[in-house]
């Protein structure tokens, strides 16, 4: 197309001119458009819209690797660690899963479910970890919310008895008969 630096008009319905230049990244050359004699664009559109953000470690974020999400510890995994078959998303596997996995000394399928014992998503100590089907985990937790709904009906008839135990008995004729 041209020797770098040549330099043009750009069509007749446009003011202005182009220059002829090498993206300095890929080396790619193209026409771009001077700025007070300056290429507008010093890089090409491939290499300008490339992310510049570190990925990993290698990012001033890093947080070595731990993030939360939802109530839940999720830990970033190499390819070439063995549990890397689990990773969910960008290279992340929820810690439960992870914890049970070595526990069992295997990768774990999509379909098994770590259920926490005791509700509370970042305790993922193997004692209060179970692995379940999801059949059985939906059975678990539906008992699970009836017995939490009949312990606060419990607590509000015990309030209510409370109640009623310390107010007085109206004593009238009628009701004797």
Aim: charged share 30%; glycine share 6%; hydrophobic share 30%.
């Amino acid at each position: 197309m041209g020797i770098i630096g040549d330099i043009r008009k750009h069509n007749k319905s446009c003011t202005g001119t182009s220059v002829w230049h090498a993206c300095l990244d890929c080396g790619k050359e193209r026409w771009v458009p001077l700025k007070r004699g300056v290429p507008k664009n010093q890089r090409c559109c491939r290499c300008a819209n490339k992310p510049k953000v570190k990925r990993g470690a290698d990012n001033h974020l890093w947080r070595g690797g731990i993030t939360r999400s939802r109530g839940y510890v999720y830990i970033h995994t190499q390819p070439d660690n063995f549990f890397y078959p689990m990773v969910q998303t960008r290279g992340y596997i929820p810690e439960h899963r992870l914890v049970m996995a070595k526990h069992l000394g295997r990768c774990l399928h999509r379909w098994e479910i770590v259920h926490h014992k005791n509700h509370i998503k970042d305790d993922n100590r193997i004692e209060n970890l179970q692995l379940v089907s999801d059949d059985r985990h939906k059975q678990i937790t539906t008992l699970e919310m009836q017995i939490k709904k009949l312990k606060a009906e419990n607590q509000v008839l015990r309030e209510k008895l409370i109640v009623l135990e310390a107010s007085p008995v109206p004593c009238d004729d009628a009701s004797r008969r």
